[in-house]
């Protein structure tokens, strides 16, 4: 029993095979040949095989950055950092966080059945992280158990088919309405992003309409732009840390260092674009077949990076931006005399990315410097906010990263504290409400139905 559940935890906390069944599963449903079939479900596969190849590259040369800031400029705090935290999680509590993560995807895929959230949420590691979270605050809230299990499993499958559909109304302008939803649990900034964007700025001008002149013509290639940035960005702090400090980085000269780091980046951020356009190629075709015959109207939900390639250049404007507030929301935490949440570059680069483009497509250039900015002082705050609960949790000096995470976090810490476990029942209840509100009340619109766009177009 074991083993099955450790090798079910190992296919659904992989979006790759995740994807690559729910192709297979939707192209089975609309009867296509066998040469359609195998090349529809494995270039989903491969396309997030390379989209994670990419992640990776990016990954291996921003981690370095971190600590190259933290000596440079004699920093000492708290990097947020969702893998490390989940791993010490794991080995307390790792038959309670593959049932939560394995029970969670089944109640997604009831509650995009049988109610108007019709969302299936494929970015497979987020899932198991939040069901980490879940598991561990669960059992801070003195539950354990199948008792633990059944609600940490209910909390992560409703989140799951909530969040993309609070925010699909600004996903769709973001794509152009290309059929597919947010799935990845920073969702509630890049909305926040999107929302601020729309009141500051104009997304008549945008970074994704942007003309460069032909003097200038090389920054048109986004590849060429990141790497010069960050290289850039590279010298400066390597020259701050000193020659010395970087000898324990790295053997290379500091210089030839930053310049092989910069373009490194760079060269992964092209291989995660190239992995999204194999993805969107064959994963919203196929999924048709899951939308027509299996769970009516069904919308995947996929990672944040599938969204770079709507305004490439807002991803990095974007970063920089969330950096620079992280920075700025770091100072005023240590001016308040709280923890010192140093700027993560995973979590900066992604989430602010895709905060930026998400700002761009709503508001503009102007929407997407100011959302970002404020984005990245919350990646300081919220994490800073959970790292005393995690804390009471047995997790010292160990802090979730993104901003979902973050906020059930201290939501369900605070509640439990002052409430006990009447609170965690209640937020059962309020997700169940939401669930069956859109059944009660007809003007609202969940998703994008499009039964129900026809009936809107029909009556115009």
């Not at 509590?93 to 993560?101: A, C, D, K, P």
């Not at 390597?238 to 930053?258: D, Q, W």
């Not at 059944?439 to 009936?455: A, L």
Request: proline letters at 3%; glycine letters at 12%; one cysteine or more.
């Amino acid at each position: 029993m074991q083993s099955l559940l450790s090798f079910l935890t190992d296919i659904f906390s992989q979006p790759a095979f995740l994807m690559g069944i729910i192709a297979f599963v939707g192209l089975v449903s609309l009867r296509s040949p066998l040469n359609k079939l195998l090349t529809g479900t494995l270039k989903p596969i491969l396309g997030y095989l390379m989209l994670s190849a990419g992640a990776g590259v990016i990954i291996t040369n921003l981690n370095p950055l971190g600590s190259i800031i933290e000596a440079g400029f004699s920093i000492r705090g708290v990097i947020p950092n969702n893998e490390a935290i989940v791993s010490v999680a794991q080995q307390i509590l790792g038959v309670e966080t593959m049932s939560i993560l394995l029970l969670g995807f089944i109640m997604n895929l009831v509650i995009a059945r049988f109610t108007k959230y019709k969302y299936i949420f494929l970015t497979g590691h987020h899932s198991f992280f939040l069901a980490c979270l879940f598991s561990a605050v669960l059992q801070a809230a003195q539950f354990n158990g199948w008792l633990l299990i059944i609600i940490g499993g209910f909390l992560l499958g409703s989140w799951s088919a909530i969040s993309p559909a609070i925010g699909q109304c600004y996903t769709k302008q973001v794509t152009d309405d290309s059929g597919i939803a947010m799935g990845h649990f920073g969702s509630l900034g890049y909305y926040l992003s999107a929302f601020i964007a729309q009141k500051v700025g104009d997304k008549e001008n945008s970074f994704a309409d942007i003309e460069i002149s032909e003097k200038w013509g090389f920054l048109r290639d986004t590849t060429v732009t990141t790497g010069i940035i960050m290289v850039i960005i590279y010298l400066i702090c390597s020259l701050v840390a000193g020659s010395e400090y970087m000898k324990t980085i790295t053997e290379l000269n500091p210089v030839i260092f930053s310049i092989l780091s910069g373009l490194q980046f760079a060269v992964g951020v092209a291989i995660v674009y190239s992995g999204v356009r194999l993805i969107l190629g064959d994963l919203v075709p196929a999924f048709q077949g899951i939308s027509q015959k299996i769970i009516p109207n069904s919308i995947p939900a996929v990672d944040c990076a599938v969204f770079f390639t709507f305004s490439p250049t807002a991803v990095v404007v974007g970063f920089i931006c969330s950096f620079i507030g992280g920075l700025i929301g770091m100072f005023i935490l240590g001016g308040l005399g709280m923890a010192l949440i140093i700027p993560g570059m995973v979590p900066h680069f992604f989430c602010g990315g895709t905060s930026g483009v998400f700002a761009d497509k709503l508001g503009g250039k102007r929407g997407c410097i100011i959302a970002s900015f404020i984005g990245g002082i919350l990646l300081a705050f919220l994490p800073a906010l959970l790292l005393p609960t995690l804390g009471n949790l047995g997790f010292q000096n160990s802090t979730f990263a993104d901003f979902d995470f973050a906020v059930w976090g201290i939501v369900i810490g605070n509640l439990f504290t002052h409430f006990g476990q009447i609170a965690i029942y209640c937020i059962c209840v309020i997700l169940i409400i939401a669930l069956c509100v859109p059944y009660c009340i007809k003007s609202i619109k969940v998703v994008g139905d499009s039964k129900h766009d026809d009936e809107l177009t029909a009556n115009k």
